[in-house]
């Protein structure tokens, strides 16, 4: 039952989205990782995900991750699984 809510919650993304959200998860939580590690098409596909240009993400200034989080925190989406993992790379990206 608890599987078909998760999966219920997460319906209206794309199963492209939720691989590219898995991956980024990944590859954000490595304790060494630094934003200017990521590549172009990494840039790009974090944009695609915020709906943010790509220049947004390589200099994500703070009125932006302020907008972005209100938008995803988990607060606002208990129940979207994806969401909450998109706020957890925001962050990362912020404080790193």
Known sequence: MLNQNKKTANMHYSEEILNNVEYFTNRITNMRFNINQLTDIETI???DLFKITP?????LDK???RKL?????PDRNPDD?????LFEILNRLYHK
């Open 69 to 73: 989080s209100i938008k995803l925190h």
């Open 63 to 65: 009125s932006t991750y």
């Open 81 to 85: 699984d994806t969401a909450v993992k």
């Open 55 to 59: 220049e947004q993400v390589r200099n």
């Open 45 to 47: 596909i974090l944009a």
